[in-house]
């Protein structure tokens, strides 16, 4: 029977713009790290990435936050913070972005009730439709290259 | 949650990391200067003074003021044993003493932190 998710998979969070990686094994993440040339750390009970693990949890602004200069104080964990001044993890640049700087267009389609992304990872913000995926949770497939969505949203 | 961070207040505006924070909401007087602490949580701060010094500088003047008063009591009780309604010599200074005290709490309640 055809399965959409391999053995080889990994579950990816992405809570406005913060990437968590849950991978089952650590020959998954090996895998997952050397498919897209990229480091994470350990912050936890996930993987993210550096600059998001060393964000603090509060801002007095004006500060540059992950590479943002913000405008006011706000506190809360990063995702709350991200999300108060609507800021995601741009994962070429690798500092935080305004959401709307994202420029990128994809497509998630629904394959067997499930949602598959278009791209390998999913940049937050990438404009879906007339919105933008923001929050998302699913399972990078290995053999795919592909996401496999459990939810998403603006 | 909330974050706390030391701070410091000075003519009224409330400094944190080398940054003025606008928004903080100073929970006591703010007219002296002071250093204390800064409470965020979410969009929201407050700085709480070290108010200690103000309480501490109050009880000085009581200790201070309440000896004076002592003195001046004692000399006028001293000339009340007659008919004389004459003051004691000594009340001219006795109030001039009373009133500098009373010019330092006056002081002291227009920078209270």
Not at chain 1, 10 to 35: Q, T, V, W
Not at chain 2, 21 to 45: H, P, T, W
Not at chain 2, 48 to 69: F, G, R, S, W
Not at chain 2, 87 to 95: E, G, R
Request: proline residues 5%; contains cysteine.
């Amino acid at each position: 029977m055809f399965t959409l998710v391999s053995w080889w998979k990994m579950r990816i969070n992405c809570d406005h713009g913060y990437y968590s990686f849950f991978p089952e094994k650590r020959e998954d993440l090996a895998l997952f790290l050397e498919l897209f040339s990229i480091e994470l750390v350990f912050n936890r009970d996930h993987y993210t990435y550096s600059l998001l693990k060393d964000l603090p949890k509060y801002v007095i602004s004006p500060t540059p936050y992950g590479g943002f200069l913000t405008t006011k104080c706000f506190e809360g964990t990063p995702q709350e913070i991200m999300k108060e001044f609507d800021l995601v993890y741009d994962i070429s640049k690798g500092i935080l972005v305004p959401t709307q700087s994202i420029t990128y267009s994809g497509r998630i389609k629904t394959i067997q009730r499930n949602w598959i992304s278009e791209t390998a990872m999913i940049q937050a913000g990438t404009i879906i439709g007339t919105g933008r995926i923001v929050n998302f949770d699913g399972i990078f497939d290995f053999d795919l290259r592909k996401t496999v969505l459990r939810y998403w949203n603006e | 949650m909330s974050n706390s961070r030391d701070a410091t207040c000075t003519g009224g505006i409330v400094t944190c990391e080398g940054k003025p924070v606008q928004s903080a909401i100073i929970l006591s007087e703010g007219l002296g200067n002071s250093s204390g602490v800064l409470i965020m949580q979410e969009g929201k701060q407050y700085y709480i003074a070290k108010t200690t010094p103000d309480v501490k500088e109050i009880i000085t003047h009581l200790n201070d003021l309440i000896p004076k008063l002592i003195t001046a009591f004692t000399s006028i009780a001293s000339g009340m044993t007659g008919p004389t309604t004459a003051p004691p010599p000594s009340l001219a200074t006795d109030l001039a003493a009373l009133t500098a005290v009373n010019v330092q709490l006056t002081a002291l309640k227009s920078m209270l932190k």
